[in-house]
Structure formats: structure tokens, C-alpha cells
């Protein structure tokens, strides 16, 4: 169900001067070029929306946001949710979506998943057009805005619409804490057209997110622009929101919740002055790239720090002329104080539209546009590892480079290139952001194209894993090995063990360091405690088991062998194969189980000629009668795969077949064995026997038309203080 909720509004308190005294360090000069060593990987990438692809707005303005499953991106009027591999889930029109006539405007998207509610938010402004030329005279406005009602973005959502007449919204921008949600706007005047503010709507999120609209409101008024609400990626019940005022960072704190009372407060710090230049030079054209300038273009707060990023004018170090840089401002909410405050560019060339985000582990990653008078517009990305040094990033590494420059939307020398890059954690990796820009391609008849990528500061982390040895049980017992991880190298991260090769009929937990059932997750070092619980069914045997750590793309195991039933017998099947050397050409089953696929490779030296073949079968073997079948492929079928001296082992020969067996092109041959596993437990001890029963019937024609099946049966019992004995019953039944 679409809920267009009818607002609820509360008055704010009186917003004041904060009453902490900020500190007030001396302001740094930014370092225009402050590089260390690059250590940010890309752990994938694609192609993500571009222009005919379901939109013909320019520029893009692209967005991304991540949960555990999807990522969800969103551009001028079409959004579009991909798997992590760049497979496309559904894409879908904004104007549709948030019922927009197509007389109007959808534009400027936000889109952020809060992992603390497990929901998407997705934000735009809907323009009311009145015809003009080929464009739009803006005669209304307002803020459009969807919640999802779960975790999957393909699913129903809850919207919304907020309105302030005689004026429409520019740039909305989006927050979230724990308990609140933000939305920012500037006002334009519809007439004469300027800029008369800006204002935010403060909502409980608890009902938001149930299709409930509870807010308190604000309007600012002339020369207060750009306020951009924050993104809290830890717990927060405080909402933060900043502002540049060109000297100054002014930075919000909003407290209470709807409807019981809002409180804002604000402190502006100091810093360098920000003087942003407006374009850049690129590559094939005079024409330039258009930069927004003035306004945050990204701001995340994480564990009480909060970074934003800017447009500045710098000097790069080694060059002589002032550039399109990157200013990276980071804060402390606790203290309100400025930790850090400089540029980072580069000589000859231009950095515009930083994108931010924290990973799960406090490191931070940047992406960014460049150009230059060699370069098309293309996508960078850096990061500062929470152990480098302060006002520094690392080397940049390129995510993209550009094919064509941008020419489509131009004037007095500039063309359109966006208000903004985007960047979001990914819940499901701790150590992966992932980040959406804008590049023009070739290809794309020179149109805007945007890149998805995931990427990962490296912070050096590995890990070793261990275990104490093999387990013993009995079926209906318990057993256990310590599993230990240590950390090799790095900033330790979380850990995530997972179990495979329990045999059915069997479960297991971890405990101690790192607990959960089946699987656990901590960060080393640390040992666990891993118990495997196996049951009356749980058939006899050696059983490979393999613990594997997983991080992101980093994996290690440790194996051991889970051994049931003290005295068991391992069972091992041998043949000779005639022919068999095509690659998976005979599969083989055990009581209908996937047994092997043989050869494994292609094996011409088995071409025409008979090949050794053996097998452990005991994890399959059942109590009672034991089918095994060959099946030859459906194709190599000039020559059939035949089978000879078969046979099954426990130490002594328990089934044998010396008999030449065609195994033809398509066709199946089937052998049979009889098992008896007697129970191994008698008065509450294991008892040491294994019993075998083989039938092998014999067909004989006799003269008097009678015909005698001798039924062989040969009992093996085994145990300690037992030999070998063996018995014969003969009978007879009619022809």
C-alpha cells in the first residue's frame, strides 16, 4: 500500500548558539598535496546507468547505496537496484515511481540505506513546469520522498510529499541517526527566481518507516543555503547537520524527537577559507567541466567524527597555478572541534566532486572526478587509513578514464557536469565501500555514462587459522576441537567462521571467543570451542571437515577429520577402466548419491587401454543392500568404457567381480552389495564388530527342469577376540 501521508507539523525550538565552548585551535594552512603510499583496492566494478538508458536528463547527479544484498543507484529520473556483480535486479522511471507528470521535472536523487532500521530512503525534487521552449519555467515545487517498508528495495514503499508554497525546492539532501530522519532543502523563489533560503524537516523515523509522517520544521531565511544533513553510520541519537560559510564550518546537533520536541543547536568552527573555482579544463574541447562550488557535497559521522568534503582552489605542490581541489574537513563532535583541515590535488590537473563514506572499520574512502587539458573527464579514488598520518590521503588509484569530453549542456564556456558524486558502506563487508561517479563515453555517442564500483582500503589485515586435531565419536556423541585464529598483520577485522563437510545427521556450534550456531563471527585473535553434535542416524565413517574465516575476499581454512564410530572400517571400491579418457565422461552414484565424475581431466594416456580407478566410499555405505552404478556419458561413443575387476574393501576383499562389464554410450551399469552395521553402542560402550553380508546368486539349469539358486551368504564378524567364520544355506524353488 502508497501512503501519501498529510504532514503533521510541530514547531522546532528557537535554534541558539551552543552553550559547550568549542575549542578554538589556531586554523591550519591546507596542505595542498599531502600523499602517502597507496593501499585502496577496487574489489569490482561495472557500468551503471547512462544516458538512453531509461534517461535523457543532463547531468546525472548519480547516487549509491548498499545493504547486505543489493545496491541501489539513482540518477536524474530513472533508479536502478543491481546484485554486487552488476546484475541488473529492476530499474525503474522516479517519475513513475513518486507519480510525477512528464510536463515536470524529477531531479536531484538522494538515496541512503540505514542498516540500524534495515530501510531504503530515496529522496528528490519534483519541479511543476509550466511550458518553455524546450525546457522548464518552474512554477512550483516540492520534495518527493520514499521509504521502503523491508530491506529489499524491489519491494512496496512508503511516500511522501512536503510543499512550501511560493517557492520550490533546490538540492535535498538527506540524514539519518538512530531515531531521526532529515531532509534539506533550498528555496528558490519562483519569483523573481533567487535563492530565499533553505529549510529541513525533522522526522520521527520509528514512524516514518511505517508510513506515519511526524515532523518538526524549519525555515531558514536569505543567505542560509546548503545545509546538508549527515549520515550516522554508528549509533547516534544526536543528528548532525553542517553548513560552509566560507571561514567557518557551522555544524548542527539535533536532539529530542517529534512530537514530544525538537532542540537544535549549532557552533561554527574555523577553518582555512574555502575559495572553490567553478570549472575545469578537459581534454578535446575549450569547453569546460561546470563545478558546483560552494555547497558540502558529502558528509558521514562515524563513533564521533564526522568528515565532509568540498570544492577548493589550490595550489598542487610541484605546480604553479591554482586548481580544482578536493578540501577535506574532518570534525569531532564530541569536543566540536576541527581534527583536520586541507586539499589534496595534484599538479596539472583538476579534482571535483568528492563523494565520501566510512567503512565498518573507520577507515575512510573518497571518490572524486579529475580532468585536465590531457585528460577526459574521468573517476578516481583514494582513502586515509585511520592509522595514517593526519591531513594526509593515500595515492590516489584509477577507478575510470573518460573517452570524450562533456559538450552537451553548456554555456558562457561551461558544461553541466552534476551537483555531486556518491559513496555508501557495505553492511555486508566491513572493509568495502561502495562508490558511483560520472564519466563521458565514446561510445555513448559522447553522453554521460556512470561507474559502480566497490572499493576497499587496505589496511594489511590477514589472519592464520589452526585446530587441535582430529574428533572420535560414536553415533548419538559429542566431540570437539579448539579452533584458533590469530591476526598476522593489520588492523584486526571481524572474522566470520563457517563449517563444511558434516556428515547428514549432524550439527554444530561454536563457543567461547567467537560463538553462534553454525557459524560465528570475531576478530581475532581469539579460539573458539567447535562441537559436533552427531546423532543415531549419522551414518559411520571418516569425514573431511574444513572451518573457513572469511573477510570480504579473504579466506583461510583449517581441516581435521571427524571420525564416527571408533571402530569403524573404512570402504574403498578399486576397478579397472577401459577407455575411460574423456574428461566427467562416467559418473558414478552410490545409493543414489553422487559419487565422482571420472576422469576428472581429459586423459588421453587411458585412450584404447585399461586405467587403475579407486574410491573411499565409506561416507555413503548404508545398512543394508548398496547399489553402485556407472553411467557412460552421451558422448566419446565410438569405443565402450568397460569396467573389470571390481571391488569393494574394508582391509579384506568384502565384494569382488572380476567379470568384463560394458559400460556403452549413454548406458548404465549397476552393481550390488549388502551391509550390515550392527549399533555401536552396547551398555552404553562401543562395541568393536562390523558385519558384512554379501549375496551373490548363482543360476543353475538342472536336468529334472528344476532350477537351483544357491543363495551364498558370507558373514564377516569382526572383532577383538573373534576369527573370521563363514556359513552356506542352499535351496531350491521351481523353474
Known amino acids: 500500500m502508497i501512503v501519501l ?21 589556531s586554523v591550519p594552512v591546507p596542505t595542498p598535496q599531502s600523499t602517502n603510499s597507496q593501499s585502496v583496492n577496487v574489489t569490482s566494478g561495472f557500468e551503471g546507468i547512462y544516458y538512453y538508458n531509461g534517461t535523457t536528463s543532463i547531468p546525472p547527479d548519480p547516487q549509491v547505496a548498499s545493504n547486505q544484498n543489493y545496491l541501489l543507484e539513482a540518477v536524474n529520473s530513472v533508479a536502478t537496484v543491481w546484485k554486487k556483480d552488476g546484475t541488473q535486479v529492476l530499474s525503474f522511471s522516479l517519475y513513475g515511481f513518486f507519480n510525477v507528470s512528464l510536463a515536470d521535472d524529477v531531479t536531484d536523487p538522494r538515496v541512503l540505506y540505514d542498516n540500524s532500521s534495515g530501510r531504503w530512503f530515496l529522496s528528490a525534487a519534483h519541479l511543476e513546469c509550466q511550458p518553455y521552449g524546450f525546457g522548464c519555467s518552474v512554477s512550483g515545487g516540492l520534495v518527493v520522498l520514499a521509504v521502503s517498508k523491508t530491506s529489499d528495495p524491489t519491494g512496496d514503499w512508503w511516500k511522501y510529499s512536503f510543499r512550501r508554497t511560493g517557492s520550490y525546492p533546490d538540492y535535498p539532501a538527506i540524514g539519518v541517526s538512530d ?11 519562483t519569483a523573481p527566481g533567487d535563492y530565499s533560503g533553505a529549510q529541513y524537516w525533522i522526522f520521527n523515523k520509528s514512524l516514518l518507516i511505517n508510513g506515519t509522517d511526524v515532523h518538526a520544521s524549519r525555515d531558514e531565511g536569505a543567505g542560509i543555503t546548503y545545509i546538508h544533513p549527515v549520515q550516522s553510520l554508528s549509533a547516534s541519537s544526536t543528528l548532525y547537520m553542517v553548513e ?37 579544463p578537459q581534454k578535446g574541447t575549450s569547453l569546460n567541466v561546470e563545478l558546483d562550488g560552494f555547497m558540502v557535497l558529502d558528509a558521514k559521522w562515524f563513533q564521533g567524527k564526522l568528515w565532509l568534503s568540498l570544492h577548493d582552489g589550490c ?15 574532518e570534525l569531532d563532535t564530541n569536543k566540536q572541534s576541527v581534527i583536520q583541515d586541507f586539499d589534496y590535488g595534484a599538479a596539472g590537473k583538476y579534482y571535483f566532486y568528492p563523494a565520501l563514506s566510512f567503512d565498518g572499520l573507520g577507515n575512510l574512502v573518497v571518490v572524486f572526478g579529475y580532468s585536465s587539458t590531457v585528460d577526459y573527464p574521468g573517476l578516481m579514488a583514494t582513502s586515509q587509513l585511520s592509522s595514517d598520518p593526519q591531513r594526509t590521503l593515500e595515492q590516489p588509484i584509477l577507478l575510470l578514464e573518460g573517452s570524450d569530453p562533456e559538450t552537451w549542456v553548456c554555456s558562457n564556456g561551461a558544461c553541466r557536469y552534476g551537483d555531486y558524486f556518491g559513496a555508501s558502506p557495505d553492511p555486508a563487508d566491513p572493509t568495502v565501500v561502495w562508490v558511483v561517479g560520472e564519466f563521458d563515453e565514446l561510445s555513448n555517442q559522447g553522453f554521460w555514462s556512470t561507474w559502480v ?24 556423541g559429542v566431540g570437539s576441537n579448539t579452533i584458533t585464529v590469530d591476526l598476522m598483520g593489520g588492523t584486526t577485522l571481524p572474522v566470520a567462521l563457517n563449517i563444511t563437510g558434516l556428515p ?80 566427467g565422461e562416467e559418473t558414478l552414484a552410490l545409493n543414489s548419491k553422487f559419487l565422482a565424475s571420472l576422469p576428472t581431466t581429459d586423459s588421453p594416456q587411458n585412450a584404447g587401454t585399461w586405467a587403475a580407478f579407486s574410491l573411499n566410499i565409506t561416507s555413503l555405505i548404508v545398512q543394508g543392500v548398496n547399489t553402485l552404478t556407472f553411467t557412460h556419458a552421451n558422448f566419446d561413443c565410438s569405443t565402450s568404457d568397460n569396467v573389470e575387476n571390481l571391488q569393494v574393501t ?66 564377516i564378524e569382526r572383532s577383538k577376540d573373534r576369527k573370521y567364520a563363514r556359513r552356506a544355506n542352499i535351496s531350491s524353488a521351481p523353474s
Open 315 to 329: 595550489v598542487p605542490a610541484g605546480d604553479n597555478q591554482t586548481r580544482s581541489c578536493l578540501r577535506m574537513i
Open 5 to 25: 501521508a498529510a504532514p503533521q507539523t510541530f514547531n522546532i525550538a528557537p535554534r541558539g548558539a551552543s552553550t559547550v565552548e568549542p575549542s578554538t585551535p
Open 504 to 583: 547428514s545427521g549432524s550439527g554444530s556450534s561454536f563457543s567461547g571467543g567467537c560463538s553462534g550456531t553454525p557459524s560465528c563471527t570475531a576478530a581475532p585473535p581469539f579460539s573458539t570451542t567447535l562441537t559436533i553434535q552427531t546423532t543415531s542416524s549419522t551414518h559411520c565413517g571418516s569425514f573431511a571437515i574444513t572451518v573457513k574465516g572469511t573477510v570480504g575476499d579473504l579466506t583461510h581454512t583449517t581441516s581435521f577429520t571427524l571420525r564416527v564410530c571408533s571402530s569403524h572400517v573404512d570402504y574403498d571400491l578399486s576397478w579397472l577402466g577401459y577407455d575411460w579418457d574423456g574428461g
Open 453 to 476: 564500483a566497490g572499493v576497499s582500503a587496505d589496511v594489511g589485515f590477514d589472519f592464520s587459522m589452526s585446530n587441535s586435531g582430529g574428533i572420535s565419536v560414536g553415533q548419538g
Open 179 to 189: 531515531d531521526k530522519f532529515v531532509v534539506s532543502a533550498n528555496d528558490i523563489a
Open 650 to 715: 574394508n582391509g579384506t576383499i568384502v565384494y569382488s567381480n572380476s567379470t568384463v562389464q560394458p559400460l556403452s554410450c549413454g548406458q548404465s551399469l549397476t552393481y550390488s552389495f549388502r551391509i550390515v552395521i550392527p549399533s555401536p553402542s552396547v551398555g552404553g560402550s562401543l562395541v568393536p564388530i562390523n558385519k558384512l553380508i554379501l549375496i551373490v546368486q548363482y543360476v543353475i539349469p538342472s536336468l529334472a527342469g528344476v532350477t537351483l539358486i544357491i543363495l551364498t551368504r558370507l558373514f
Open 244 to 280: 560552509n560559510l566560507g571561514s567557518s564550518i557551522r555544524l548542527f546537533s539535533i536532539t529530542g524527537l517529534p512530537p514530544d520536541g525538537v532542540a537544535l543547536l549549532h557552533v561554527d568552527l574555523p577553518v582555512s577559507n574555502i575559495q572553490p573555482i567553478d570549472r575545469a
